[in-house]
């Protein structure tokens, strides 16, 4: 499951916007907003690793953010 909250601090802590994270990625903006406020649980695995590379995330916080079992 992925940690919604820790997506979103990271993608703040890198100046970026929802938007401007899904130009980078090349996904959709609608895409994006759908997939993150759907818990993440529609995320592709190469959806994941452009996401943690466009955000500079080392393998912890890969694993915090796409892998956690954290529940709201």
């Known amino acids: 499951m992925v940690n919604i909250n820790k997506l979103k601090g990271k ?39 452009l996401i943690a590379k466009a955000l500079n995330l080392t393998a912890a916080e890969v694993n915090a953010v796409f892998f956690s079992q954290f529940v709201a």
């Open 11 to 49: 993608i703040v802590e890198n100046d970026l916007t929802i938007e401007k994270l899904a130009d980078e990625v090349g996904i959709d903006r609608s895409t994006l907003y759908r997939k993150i406020n759907n818990k993440g649980e529609s995320f592709t695995i190469k959806e994941a690793d």
